[in-house]
């Protein structure tokens, strides 16, 4: 079954951190360039972290450059998002999307059709 699964989500105080991971099941995760998105309650999906299918070029959201840092592991067929520093405005849904063989600004990009899409972790930033 071809799928991205999320996880490492869940609730942390102000300051802490936490480690996505975007694991691919179904294809080789090494063809395709990865995206986190992210979803608040009543506001837009947005492009948060991106890395490219070839170089491994990365392209972050001006509000989480410095805290928030994407990777790779293609043994593992997983892209990680560590986040640190967190804020309560990281509140959202967090989701991971695919896209073949393309750069990090193109997956990133919102109005791009991505190839597969995660169901999502929550993380919530609370005290």
């Known amino acids: 079954q071809v799928q991205l699964v999320e996880s490492g989500g869940g609730l942390v105080q102000p300051g802490g951190s936490l480690r996505l991971s975007c694991a691919a099941s179904?294809?080789?995760?090494?063809?395709?360039?990865i995206g986190w998105f992210r979803q608040a309650p009543g506001k837009e999906r947005e492009g948060v972290s991106c890395?490219?299918?070839?170089?491994?070029?990365?392209k972050y959201a001006d509000s989480v450059k410095g805290r928030f840092s994407i990777s790779r592991d293609n043994a593992k067929n997983t892209v990680y998002l560590q986040m640190n520093s967190l804020k309560p405005e990281d509140t959202a849904v967090y989701y991971c999307a695919a896209l073949r063989g393309v750069t990090a600004t193109i997956v990133c990009l919102q109005y791009v059709r991505k190839d597969y899409w995660g169901q999502g972790t929550q993380v919530t930033v609370s005290s």
């Open positions: 890395i490219s299918s070839s170089d491994n070029s990365t």
């Open positions: 179904g294809f080789t995760l090494h063809y395709y360039a």
